[in-house]
């Protein structure tokens, strides 16, 4: 399944439509249709609200957040109602509308939500925050912090979007991926390999630390490179 975020809205409709049969294709059309016929935020709750709340279970896990994305498209969902979906809804609305974010936000206004993502230890939430959205509006401060929650965490960096972009020549990057890479080794931990690669990328010249086996046995607490 592509990503949404990456995917332009065109193709997630055409990826859906041929995979999609019955019943889940049939309530997509019509939720589709029922979002672009009631735009926007209607009282307590929006028909198109109810819809996203459904669309796991009609159209099942793999395609639920392609077709959240596509619902909130079809109801030309601006920043308020983004923002009641993300801060009302389950984990999978809240990732749904961060993958949704570059469809239907052009400027720098829904940035707050992403910076609430990056907050949580949710890895799914965090994946989806690091897309496209976040590599155009993030401020540099925030998207290194990005960038290292997503070391901490375990998200694989190759979910950032535009990372080699935004790496390239980070001096303050390079400082702080240095200094994380100090703090494990002290502890007996060993460096992601995530942050070979980063550091590489802010730094073409640069040495990157020495890869785990090379600098002894892990911890005794068993850690894996991942925080707790």
């Given at each position: 399944?592509?990503?949404?975020?990456?995917?332009?809205?065109?193709?997630?409709?055409?990826?859906?439509?041929?995979?999609?049969?019955?019943?889940?294709?049939?309530?997509?059309?019509?939720?589709?249709?029922?979002?672009?016929?009631?735009?926007?935020?209607?009282?307590?709750?929006?028909?198109?609200?109810?819809?996203?709340?459904?669309?796991?279970?009609?159209?099942?896990?793999?395609y639920?957040?392609?077709?959240?994305?596509?619902?909130?498209?079809?109801?030309?969902?601006?920043?308020?109602?983004?923002?009641?979906?993300?801060?009302?809804?389950?984990?999978a609305?809240?990732?749904?509308?961060?993958?949704?974010?570059?469809?239907?936000?052009?400027?720098?206004?829904?940035?707050?939500?992403?910076?609430?993502?990056?907050?949580?230890?949710?890895?799914?939430?965090?994946?989806?925050?690091?897309?496209?959205?976040?590599?155009?509006?993030?401020?540099?401060?925030?998207?290194?912090?990005?960038?290292?929650?997503?070391?901490?965490?375990?998200?694989?960096?190759?979910?950032?979007?535009?990372?080699?972009?935004?790496?390239?020549?980070?001096?303050?990057?390079?400082?702080?991926?240095?200094?994380?890479?100090?703090?494990?080794?002290?502890?007996?931990?060993?460096?992601?390999?995530?942050?070979h690669?980063?550091?590489?990328?802010?730094?073409?010249?640069?040495?990157?630390?020495?890869?785990?086996?090379?600098?002894?046995?892990?911890?005794?607490?068993?850690?894996?490179?991942?925080?707790?």
């Open positions: 399944m592509p990503t949404p975020a990456h995917t332009s809205v065109h193709a997630l409709r055409a990826h859906l439509a041929a995979r999609l049969h019955g019943a889940a294709r049939a309530w997509l059309d019509q939720a589709l249709v029922e979002a672009a016929a009631h735009p926007g935020m209607h009282g307590p709750i929006s028909i198109w609200e109810l819809r996203l709340a459904e669309a796991g279970r009609r159209c099942g896990p793999e639920a957040d392609a077709a959240r994305v596509l619902i909130l498209h079809a109801a030309r969902a601006d920043t308020g109602a983004l923002g009641r979906v993300y801060f009302q809804g389950t984990a609305e809240r990732r749904a509308v961060l993958h949704a974010l570059p469809h239907l936000v052009p400027g720098p206004d829904a940035v707050p939500l992403v910076e609430d993502a990056l907050r949580t230890n949710d890895t799914r939430l965090l994946a989806a925050a690091v897309g496209p959205y976040a590599a155009r509006h993030l401020a540099p401060h925030h998207w290194r912090h990005a960038v290292l929650k997503c070391l901490f965490t375990g998200v694989p960096v190759a979910e950032v979007a535009d990372l080699d972009r935004r790496a390239r020549a980070d001096a303050e990057l390079a400082r702080m991926l240095g200094d994380y890479a100090a703090e494990r080794t002290a502890a007996g931990r060993p460096v992601p390999e995530d942050l690669r980063v550091l590489t990328l802010t730094d073409p010249t640069a040495t990157p630390p020495a890869p785990a086996a090379e600098r002894g046995p892990r911890g005794t607490d068993g850690t894996d490179g991942k925080e707790s």
